[in-house]
C-alpha cells in the first residue's frame, strides 16, 4: 500500500535521515532520494521543496526523537542529584552511537555552506539537553535560572569530554547499536560524572 500524507512524509524523513549520513550533503541528490523513499520526484517536492528544507526537516525530527530518547532528568532517579548524574551519562552514552555522531560530524562538515542548519542540528542534540537539565536543576536544588543554565552547561560539557572529539575525529569506535539505557554502568563512567557534579555545582545545591 503507497504511503500517503503524514506517514510519506515521516517515511522520506527516515530514507533522507540515512542517505545524509552514509553519502553526505552534497552527495545526495534529490532524485536519489525519490528513488529511495519508492516515491515520485512530484511528491518528494510536494513535501520538501528544497534539499535545504528537506535537511532542516531532518533536525527537527532529530530533535523529537534525540529528546524522546534522552527523556526528563528526573526520570533517571528520585534521587535528584543521581538524576543529573545519569542524565548526562545516558547523554554521553548516546552519544557513541553512530546514528548520533555521524550526523554531528556532517552537521560540523556543512557548518560553513548551512550555518544555521549546523546550528539547528546543534542545538537539537546539545542545547535541547542542556535546557532540560537547567530546568531540572531549577526544581530540585533550587537554582536560580541563570545559575542552573550556567551549571547545566558546565557539566554537560565537563562530561563529554574527552569522549566527544575521540568520537568526532574516529579515535574511538563508534556503537551500530542504539545503547541501552540498562546498560549504562558498564558503558559510561558515573563515578567520575558524580565527582564533576561536586566539582560544578554550588555547596548548597549540590
Same mark, same amino acid.
Given at each position: 500500500?503507497?504511503?500517503?500524507?503524514?506517514?510519506?512524509?515521516?517515511?522520506?524523513?527516515?530514507?533522507?535521515?540515512?542517505?545524509?549520513?552514509?553519502?553526505?550533503?552534497?552527495?545526495?541528490?534529490?532524485?536519489?532520494?525519490?528513488?529511495?523513499?519508492?516515491?515520485?520526484?512530484?511528491?518528494?517536492?510536494?513535501?520538501?521543496?528544497?534539499? #535545504? %528544507?528537506? &535537511?532542516? *526537516?531532518?533536525?527537527?525530527?532529530?530533535?523529537?526523537?534525540?529528546? @524522546?530518547?534522552? !527523556?526528563? /532528568? $528526573?526520570?533517571?532517579?528520585?534521587?535528584?542529584?543521581?538524576?543529573?548524574?545519569?542524565?548526562?551519562?545516558?547523554?554521553?552514552?548516546?552519544?557513541?552511537?553512530?546514528?548520533?555522531?555521524?550526523?554531528?560530524?556532517?552537521?560540523?562538515?556543512?557548518?560553513?555552506?548551512?550555518?544555521?542548519?549546523?546550528?539547528?542540528?546543534? #542545538? %537539537?542534540? &546539545?542545547? *535541547?539537553?542542556?535546557?532540560?537539565?537547567?530546568?531540572?536543576?531549577? @526544581?530540585?536544588? !533550587?537554582? /536560580? $535560572?541563570?545559575?542552573?543554565?550556567?551549571?547545566?552547561?558546565?557539566?554537560?560539557?565537563?562530561a563529554i569530554h574527552p569522549t566527544l572529539p575521540?568520537?568526532?575525529?574516529?579515535?574511538?569506535?563508534?556503537?551500530?547499536?542504539?545503547?541501552?539505557?540498562?546498560?549504562?554502568?558498564?558503558?559510561?563512567?558515573?563515578?567520575?560524572?558524580?565527582?564533576?557534579?561536586?566539582?560544578?555545582?554550588?555547596?548548597?545545591?549540590?
Amino acid at each position: 500500500m503507497a504511503r500517503r500524507g503524514e506517514a510519506l512524509r515521516e517515511h522520506i524523513l527516515d530514507t533522507a535521515k540515512l542517505a545524509f549520513l552514509e553519502d553526505g550533503f552534497e552527495r545526495t541528490s534529490m532524485d536519489a532520494l525519490a528513488a529511495r523513499a519508492e516515491t515520485s520526484k512530484r511528491s518528494l517536492y510536494a513535501h520538501f521543496p528544497t534539499k #535545504d %528544507a528537506l &535537511f532542516l *526537516a531532518v533536525v527537527e525530527r532529530i530533535r523529537v526523537l534525540f529528546g @524522546a530518547r534522552m !527523556g526528563a /532528568p $528526573a526520570e533517571y532517579s528520585a534521587h535528584p542529584p543521581e538524576a543529573v548524574v545519569r542524565y548526562c551519562g545516558r547523554f554521553v552514552q548516546l552519544l557513541r552511537w553512530s546514528s548520533v555522531a555521524r550526523m554531528l560530524r556532517l552537521g560540523i562538515a556543512e557548518a560553513d555552506r548551512l550555518p544555521d542548519l549546523a546550528a539547528g542540528l546543534h #542545538d %537539537a542534540v &546539545f542545547g *535541547a539537553t542542556a535546557d532540560a537539565l537547567a530546568s531540572h536543576l531549577v @526544581a530540585s536544588s !533550587g537554582l /536560580p $535560572a541563570d545559575q542552573a543554565e550556567v551549571a547545566a552547561n558546565e557539566l554537560i560539557g565537563l562530561a563529554i569530554h574527552p569522549t566527544l572529539p575521540r568520537l568526532l575525529f574516529g579515535i574511538e569506535p563508534l556503537v551500530d547499536e542504539m545503547p541501552e539505557e540498562n546498560r549504562l554502568e558498564t558503558d559510561v563512567d558515573l563515578d567520575r560524572i558524580r565527582r564533576l557534579l561536586h566539582t560544578v555545582m554550588p555547596p548548597t545545591a549540590a
